[in-house]
Structure formats: structure tokens, C-alpha cells
């Protein structure tokens, strides 16, 4: 069965300072990761996207890493700012022509920066 | 502007009523999904749609029902046989199947009174 777990499932950290945000998965064949923010009360935005072939990719303050071997994926966010405090969310997708049209989705890692 | 757009944004209801939702885009995706999402967990895929015309079930179905009678919109009706239907709900759009990146929208808050 295809499984996303992230962790911590939630994080409190100072302005200003860095975290990384962790997921494992187990979707198989393997087609993408994508990590999403989540505000309170609308909807995700998209942040990165990885695929096999890629281990690194940055956005902004935002940087995700895809180790395919271990099946694993971080989101490191450096310089944290306020608006940074969200629901961050891993996505990860099989090859279009299995398990169609469905992602699996991992519950989410809220995170709290504070003042 | 590009995007998709989901209304309205709350939304009461009686129990015992149905209600629609609304979703629309005009990203010319040809995939089309709806999720739900309760307070403090991830979301679950409820109907999605890979092209106008079909569309199948997601992990959530029982109480839900779609049509996709046109590329760019498809509602959601929250039936009354869905036993627990306040929740959040977001509607994602992507070109093709789930392997491609998905937009969301605002969602809607529907609670049932």
C-alpha cells in the first residue's frame, strides 16, 4: 500500500531560525514529490516539485532534497519568518499510467514560528 | 487571471439536506479532484475526473456525488446520507492524472447545523 509519513507533525521555532521538515514514503513506481503550504483555511500552494532524477530544488528560503534510494525527502526552511507558520504538506505521485489520477497524500507537518 | 475558484466560501446546512459546491477552473486542466479535510488532519481524495464526462471515486465516496459535464466545472453535492459532512473541502485541478503538479482552490467550510 502507498504510504507518505511526515514528521514531527508539529514544530514551534524561533523567528529567524532554521528547520527541516521530514518525509518517508512508499509509492511505487515512483513519478514525483511535491511538498505544499497549507495557511489556516485555504487551500495548498505548491512550493516544490522533484522528480526521480532530481535531489535538490529550491524555492526562496525553501529548499527540498529527494534521496530516491531511501525513499526519503526533507524541506529545510532557513531564516524562518512568521509567515512561515503553516501546514506543509508531501505529495507523492506514481507514474501516470498506474494508480491514475490519485496522489497520496501525508498528513502534514504544522509549523509555529513564533517571536 | 488563471486559477480555480471554489464558492462559497461557508456554507450551512440542515441535516437532512442536500447542498452543492461549486468548482470552477480555467487552467484548461484536464484532471479535476475533490478532498476533504478535517481539523487537524490531511486530506482525502473524495471523486476526481481525468476528462469531461467520467470520473470515479476516491477513499471517501459513500454520501458524495459529482458530474463532469463540462472541462471546467465540477461540483460536488453533499448528500444527506453523508453522516458527518462538516468539513473542509478543497477542489484541485492538474493536466493530466495524479502525477502532475494539482492547484487547489480556497476551499469551502461547509457545517451542518
Known amino acids: 500500500k502507498n504510504q507518505v509519513e511526515q514528521s514531527p507533525q508539529s514544530l514551534i521555532i524561533l523567528e529567524g531560525k532554521n528547520c527541516t521538515l521530514q518525509c518517508n514514503y512508499t509509492v511505487s513506481p515512483f513519478s514525483n514529490l511535491r511538498w505544499y503550504k497549507q495557511d489556516t483555511g485555504r487551500g495548498p500552494v505548491s512550493l516544490t516539485i522533484?522528480?526521480?532524477?532530481?535531489n535538490t530544488k529550491s524555492n526562496g528560503r525553501y529548499t527540498a532534497t529527494l534521496d530516491a534510494d531511501t525513499k526519503q525527502s526533507s524541506l529545510h526552511i532557513t531564516a524562518s519568518q512568521l509567515s512561515d507558520s503553516a501546514s506543509y504538506i508531501c505529495v507523492v505521485s506514481a507514474r501516470p499510467n498506474t494508480n491514475a489520477g490519485k496522489s497520496t497524500f501525508g498528513d502534514g507537518t504544522t509549523l509555529t514560528v513564533k517571536p | 487571471d488563471g486559477g480555480i475558484t471554489q464558492s462559497p466560501k461557508y456554507l450551512f446546512r440542515k441535516e437532512g439536506q442536500n447542498v452543492t459546491l461549486s468548482c470552477e477552473q480555467n487552467?484548461?486542466?484536464?484532471?479535476m479532484y475533490w478532498y476533504r479535510q478535517d481539523p487537524g488532519q490531511g486530506l482525502r481524495l473524495i471523486y476526481y475526473?481525468?476528462?469531461?464526462?467520467?470520473?470515479q471515486k476516491g477513499d471517501i465516496a459513500e454520501g458524495y456525488s459529482v458530474s463532469r459535464e463540462k472541462k471546467e466545472s465540477f461540483p460536488l453535492t453533499v448528500t444527506s446520507a453523508q453522516k458527518n459532512p462538516t468539513a473542509f473541502y478543497l477542489c484541485?485541478?492538474?493536466?493530466?492524472?495524479?502525477?502532475?503538479?494539482?492547484?487547489f482552490g480556497p476551499g469551502t467550510r461547509l457545517t451542518v447545523l
Open positions: 484541485a485541478s492538474s493536466e493530466s492524472g495524479g502525477a502532475y503538479e494539482q492547484f
Open positions: 522533484m522528480t526521480f532524477s532530481e
Open positions: 475526473s481525468q476528462i469531461v464526462n467520467d470520473f
Open positions: 487552467l484548461n486542466h484536464d484532471a
